[in-house]
């Protein structure tokens, strides 16, 4: 019951980080043909999972329960891949196919690459 607690109570941090994330970029929602928000939240998400969750595989640095905090619970509120796929397919459906295949690229590459950086940078700094 305790980690159901934990995962629950990062839930909440994490929802209402991504809501601040994604209010603070309404402002460039008209200026620019990718949903920035959702980009954001996905890649710093992405960085921090890949760092955290390395961090957690030597058992040195987070405990189990910490990773059910951070990692399950807050880090799995606040990315949006579910909305990433409504986002992008609702360009389609609105017949912006360009968008559509920028914003998979973007998401893709910039979610995988800062997942490669953070596993990486915490190799580099355990050396």
Not at 54 to 66: D, M, N, Q, W
Request: glycine letters at 12%.
């Amino acid at each position: 019951m305790r980690n159901v607690l934990l995962v629950a109570a990062g839930g909440a941090l994490g929802a209402v980080l991504r809501y601040l994330v994604a209010f603070s970029t309404q402002s460039f929602k008209d200026r620019l043909p990718l949903p920035l928000g959702t980009l954001l939240v996905n890649v710093i998400g992405c960085l921090l999972i890949g760092i955290l969750a390395t961090l957690a595989e030597s058992g040195k640095v987070i405990t189990p329960e910490g990773r059910n905090f951070v990692i399950v619970g807050v880090l799995g509120a606040f990315t949006t891949f579910s909305t990433f796929g409504y986002e992008s397919i609702t360009l389609l459906d609105q017949g912006h196919m360009l968008r559509f295949l920028g914003n998979m690229a973007a998401q893709l590459v910039l979610g995988f690459g800062a997942v490669w950086l953070g596993i990486n940078l915490v190799k580099i700094a355990q050396k």
